[in-house]
């Protein structure tokens, strides 16, 4: 029982970094669809309609910058969770850059 109990602690610690390496090897795009898509389907908000992320609602709320995104994407803000620890090393300004650009181009897929 011992063995079985050791095996499964080092099968775990060894797991973790190779999922932080994928994580850090991920795009914003990669990292929007399996973080934020689930709330923020192409850009709207299933929760809060008015909380979207479309241009002019960025610009009324005064997040219309990566550096606000970003933050708001890992901390949260209101009743939306921060994903600091899920998206990775980088990943809340590979994120808020990808919205950004989207938010630009009216979330219109190319």
């Known amino acids: 029982m011992r063995i079985f109990f050791l095996g499964a602690i080092i099968s775990i610690f060894s797991f973790l970094p190779l999922q932080?390496?994928?994580?850090?090897?991920?795009?914003?795009?990669?990292?929007?669809?399996?973080n934020c898509s689930g709330?923020?389907?192409?850009?709207g908000n299933i929760i809060r309609r008015r909380k979207t992320l479309k241009l002019s609602a960025l610009e009324k709320n005064g997040i219309d910058n990566t550096e606000a995104i970003a933050k708001i994407a890992s901390q949260g803000i209101?009743?939306?969770?921060?994903?600091?620890e899920v998206?990775?090393?980088n990943?809340?300004?590979?994120?808020a850059n990808w919205i950004l650009e989207q938010a630009q181009n009216a979330?219109?897929?190319g």
Do not use: P, R
Not at 91 to 95: M, P
């Open 39 to 43: 709330c923020h389907i192409n850009g």
């Open 20 to 34: 932080t390496l994928a994580i850090d090897n991920l795009s914003g795009e990669q990292l929007f669809i399996q």
């Open 91 to 95: 990943g809340a300004n590979l994120v």
């Open 78 to 84: 209101g009743i939306m969770d921060g994903y600091e």
């Open 87 to 89: 998206l990775g090393k």
């Open 107 to 109: 979330w219109i897929q």
